[in-house]
Nanobody, 117 residues
Framework: EVQLVESGGGLVQPGESLRLSCVAS????????MQWVRQAPGKGREWVST????????YYADAVKGRFSISRDNAKNTLYLQLNSLMPEDTAMYYC??????????RGQGTQVTVSS
């Protein structure tokens, strides 16, 4: 069974940081690109970042470039997203998602990030 389990979200103040994790199982994690997407209340889904299967290439939405950092540990089947300098507009449910291959678009249940003073 394919599973993606996100964790690490929470309630933080503007300017603070969080580290999200996504543990994958049921497929060959190291062979696919992975991405983070988010969805704020009342808004559509927004792509945040993508990382190549080997971790050597990363891509970011303009809204998070310079503040967020995506990484992966293929030995642990785990995807990460470091969120720095958080702003209220970063408030959303964050999902990890398979970025390539037959499972493209498969995502987890999400982890909530709320940025508020």
């Amino acid at each position: 069974e394919v599973q993606l389990v996100e964790s690490g979200g929470g309630l933080v103040q503007p300017g603070e940081s969080l580290r999200l994790s996504c543990v994958a199982s049921g497929f060959t994690f190291s062979r696919v690109s992975m991405q983070w997407v988010r969805q704020a209340p009342g808004k559509g889904r927004e792509w945040v970042s993508t990382i190549a299967s080997g971790g050597d290439k990363t891509y970011y939405a303009d809204a998070v470039k310079g503040r967020f950092s995506i990484s992966r540990d293929n030995a642990k089947n785990t995807l990460y997203l470091q969120l720095n300098s958080l702003m209220p507009e970063d408030t959303a449910m964050y999902y990890c998602s398979v970025g390539s291959g037959m499972l493209v678009g498969t995502r987890g249940q999400g982890t909530q990030v709320t940025v508020s003073s």
